[in-house]
């Protein structure tokens, strides 16, 4: 048995006129905008450059008649939203690297950032660490859309918080210290105000992302 492409991607590159051809993306992008935005957000929480990206998606998979979407096969495997997925975070890193290059930055506390994300993801969703999804072409893509969005949400939330607060969280879940080395780091009297400390952070920081739609590890 055959398997066809989905019907609003068929029609897009069948379309033989310009009327058409703009209404067939129109479908298409109602069909699939969420995706595509979904992708451009993992790589920031700035409003703007989630919007730079997602018009770079865009344009390029516009670029010489849909040639990127004409790429795809139906596969009874997979869907073609979690194939797109893939596509779309490929252009985000085609587009991170035309701005700033490869990734060589040494600052800590960009670092740090990053450190403490992967962790907090790590905590609160083993299997969806996103260090598993750096290279798209292994990627699991209905997992990289579960993580695009829940990673999304943590740099929204990581940004409010003061710095003592992300250096508690990188001790205890970057650097791995027990929570006797935090105490003594930090210069806390004692572990139980470590706790103190930790225990509400955490919980606030589940709230926040269950205000923002996530209220388990699949978002």
């Known amino acids: 048995m ?14 033989d006129d310009r009327v ?3 209404r067939a993306w129109r479908t298409f992008l109602e069909r699939h905008s969420r995706y595509l935005l979904s992708a451009a957000r993992c790589f920031t929480v700035d409003y703007d450059g989630s919007m ?16 990127r979407l004409r790429t795809y096969s139906a596969d009874p495997s997979s869907r073609f939203s979690t194939w797109l997925v893939v596509v ?5 890193y085609d587009y991170h ?20 994300r992967r962790r907090l993801v790590d905590m609160m969703a083993k299997e969806l660490d996103p260090a598993h999804i750096e290279d798209p072409a292994e990627a699991d893509p209905e997992q990289e859309l579960r993580v695009s969005e829940l990673s999304g949400a943590l ?22 210290l027990p929570v006797s080395k935090v105490a003594r780091s ?6 139980f105000h470590v706790y103190r400390k930790l225990n509400p952070l955490l919980a606030r920081l589940r709230t926040q992302l269950e205000e923002r739609g996530v209220g388990d590890p699949y978002p």
């Open 186 to 191: 930090m210069r806390y009297p004692t572990v």
């Open 20 to 22: 058409s051809a703009e």
């Open 97 to 116: 690297r035309k701005l700033y290059g490869r990734d060589r930055s040494t600052d800590p506390a960009t670092r740090e950032t990053r450190a403490v």
């Open 2 to 15: 055959a398997f066809a492409p989905p019907q609003e991607l068929t029609e897009l590159l069948s379309t």
């Open 88 to 92: 779309a975070r490929r252009l985000c």
């Open 52 to 67: 730079d990206r997602y018009r770079f998606i865009l344009e390029e998979l516009q670029r010489e008649d849909y040639k």
């Open 155 to 176: 740099e929204g939330v990581l940004s409010g918080l003061e710095p003592e607060e992300r250096l508690l969280l990188k001790l205890r879940f970057d650097d791995g």
